[in-house]
């Protein structure tokens, strides 16, 4: 039978896309054949399979998908000839253990023949290693009150987990605190350094930007009802109050929240974690105290910064809109803004800064496996360190709202 | 020396290399030869540059000079999509194994086949668990992730994943580094039976005395930036190089040698 050309029915024949005319060009004929010889007349006699070609992991990609839907005869002996195999590496010599398999489970005799002797001591070791059955149907998905619940669950636990994080956190800054020789200044020094003085460029700029937009914003306004001097008790109010503390607080959350997830969540997946515990230093010790205490400095000096770069940008655009002069502007801002409006704007820094380290760090450490979870872990971070950082800020409002500040 | 094989059976050809890092002189005219179907072993003291000159024979870095060949084709200078048919025909186990930590070990296997075959999914679930019974792993192992192995299941998981597409030459990084001695002992024969099996040329790198006595074929040594001497290891055990020497008649080396003595007079052939 003719096995060039067309495929006619009962011969399948995989031919191999030049993905890479250079590789393929490498052997004489990338395909991998089998053809269906029927015998004429006699029924006794066996049918034979032909196979040729190169039975190798690139020549089988067209024939497997048609095995299986040849003409096979119902029964009878089937001979494969495999004479004409002229590559058979693991994969080949798997598809024509699986057709064989899949031919004696139908209840016909089986049997290969002409194989060369080292293919069929690779078929022999093919056939000879238990292969695990197909994997297993994955289970249904859970119904839609059941991920609700289940979700829920994984909530009240997230909660609970973060909550008893917090308190080992702060039973380890009172056990520093009694002993104040285990309190790692060094790291301190170091975390200040990078969360604080390393964003001093970025959380300065964006404030200033900010003072400038809402200056802009407002003066339009004001304009209209001759209320220019106003905009210096606008910019400092919202800057002083509200814009500059949240503002730093989300940056440093993208930062340097960020990076205390990724650096506790990789130290967990190389067990450097397991390690620290197993040489008697507590990772919250180690890790997390530094990081907490570094930024309840280093945030509340950033918003004092960003403080003064915003309403600085607000003065710069007074100038150029409002025609408002510095001094003048300095003289309302003084008599705007009052103690109790700096303060309470600044007192929601360390508060902030609690948890962002908190958030960052808990995080870290719930990272389990490998690199997957590590950004996994550190997006969720980022995620809710600054939605409770505004959620928190929202109950200050109220707050201050109750206590007439 | 025995013959000069024909160029066509040498598989990695490496001649007058040379690696620096800043002014530090890592390799210094080094030329090596793997012959086809052979278990070739680099040897040599921690930090002397074996896995770097492995790193440069599979383009992970490039030397300051020299050639290296493999399958006779130039591959120092190779660009990126040159080079893809010849990674096409070669495997390579890292130390720690690198699998890919969000795949399972079936998934890691056939990734590869998934990247660079047409084959259907199914097929390609089922050669993977051909490999994976081929490196010795129990059945089970495949649905699993790398991080709920054991380090011996997760250096035979990167193994049936460096198998994935049959090829003719494997790379091994320190195959038994931080395996148990049972399990070292088992990748020994595995190393070899697979050899074996699959007709492949194997390049090493590796520490364990034991697995050189056991599996390798030849061993170059590496010290200084220079090959020290190449040959079996009955071979080098006989020369007089103080560091070759110190190599192999230190206490962990002399009892590896007198174990392997002692399975060659036991073993029926």
Sequence with gaps: MDVVGIPKPGQVSGRVSALHPKWYAMMAAPIAELTIDREPATGTTACTARCTGLWTVHGIAELEGGIEALPWPRDGETVIDAAGISALDTSGAWLLHRTARMLAAQGRAVRIDGLRPEFDSLLQLIASRRVAPEAAVPPAPPGVLASVGRKAWADVLNVTGFLAFAGESFTALLRSILQPRRIRWRAILHNIESAGFEALPITGLLSFLMGIVIAYQGADQLQRFGANIFVADLVGIAMLRELSPLLTAIIVAGRSGSAYTAQIGTMKVTEEIDALRTVGVGPQELLVLPKMLALIVALPLLTVYTDVTGVLGGMLMARSQLGISFEVFFERLDAAIEMSTYLTGLCKAPIFAMIIALVGCYRGFETAGGADSVGRQTTISVVQSIFLVIVTDAVFSIVFNLLDL | ?269
């Design chain 2, 1 to 269: 020396m025995p013959e000069r094989p024909a160029a066509a059976d040498l598989v990695v050809e490496i001649n007058g290399l040379s690696t620096r890092f800043g002014k530090a002189v890592v390799h210094e005219n080094v030329s090596l030869s793997v012959r086809r179907g052979e278990i070739f072993a680099l040897v040599g003291g921690s930090g002397c540059g074996k896995s770097t000159l492995l790193r440069e024979v599979i383009l992970l870095q490039a030397p300051a000079g020299g050639s290296i060949r493999v399958f006779g084709r130039e591959v120092v200078g190779m660009s990126d999509e040159q080079a893809l048919p010849l990674r096409r025909r070669w495997g390579v186990v890292f130390e720690r194994g690198a699998l890919f930590s969000s795949l399972t070990v079936t998934e890691n296997v056939g990734m590869v086949l998934h990247e660079h075959t047409r084959l259907s999914p199914r097929l390609i679930d089922e050669i993977a668990a051909v490999k994976i019974a081929l490196t010795g792993l129990p059945a089970d192992a495949g649905p699993k992730y790398p991080n709920e192995l054991s380090g011996g299941m997760r250096k035979r998981a990167s193994l049936a994943r460096a198998l994935a597409l049959d090829p003719e030459l494997l790379f091994l990084d320190e195959p038994t580094a931080g395996l148990d001695p049972l399990s070292a002992t088992g990748i020994d024969e595995l190393v070899r039976s697979l050899r074996d099996a699959l007709g492949l040329t194997i390049m090493m790198v590796t520490h364990d005395l034991d697995l050189l006595w056991r599996a390798a074929d030849r061993v170059a040594v590496l010290g200084d930036g220079h090959i020290l001497g190449v040959g079996t290891m009955t071979e080098l055990s006989h020369l007089d190089d103080p560091l070759i020497h110190e190599y192999f008649y230190g206490p962990r080396g002399r009892a590896a040698r007198e174990q392997a003595w002692k399975q060659k007079s036991t073993s029926p052939s």
